[in-house]
């Protein structure tokens, strides 16, 4: 199914990059949560997981923030289809557990957008999110 255009080129990528991602960095679970619709699908394909609404989100994310101590995301490279509202991000994910371990991923996110209930007031926001990781899933 394909969504209404909701955001342009420019706005899908700052969206991804500022409006989530920095925020997952900074571990900030309200902003992070506002990203989705409340009924929203976060996939992690090459490990079969399934989070579907914002409770088992915020679990999710609860747990991931718990897990690390610094989380970066950097070097991305976006994909974006404005016209059906969704962007794809390829990036590195290196993540510090309080041990002094490194973690280094080489990841895909697929995200699809659509725009918020009650026409629209609330913004466009993630309807799914399809995650591809290189390595063991740290997002369970």
């Not at 992070?32 to 619709?37: A, I, N, R, S």
């Not at 794809?88 to 991923?105: C, I, M, N, R």
Request: charge should be negative.
């Amino acid at each position: 199914m394909q969504y209404e255009p909701v955001l342009t080129r420019d706005e899908l990528i700052d969206f991804a990059l500022n409006r989530y991602f920095a925020r997952v960095d900074a571990k900030d679970m309200d902003a992070v949560l506002g990203c989705f619709h409340d009924t929203a699908l976060f996939c992690v394909q090459t490990a079969f997981t399934r989070h579907s609404g914002k409770a088992e989100i915020r679990r999710m994310f609860e747990d991931f923030f718990g897990a690390y101590e610094t989380i970066i995301h950097r070097d991305f490279t976006c994909t974006v289809d404005a016209a059906n509202g969704r962007i794809t991000a390829s990036f590195t994910a290196e993540l510090h557990d309080v041990g002094g371990k490194v973690t280094l991923l080489n990841n895909t996110n697929f995200w699809r957008l659509r725009r918020g209930e009650a026409g629209g007031a609330d913004g466009p926001r993630f309807q799914e999110v399809y995650v591809y990781m290189s390595g063991a899933n740290v997002l369970v």
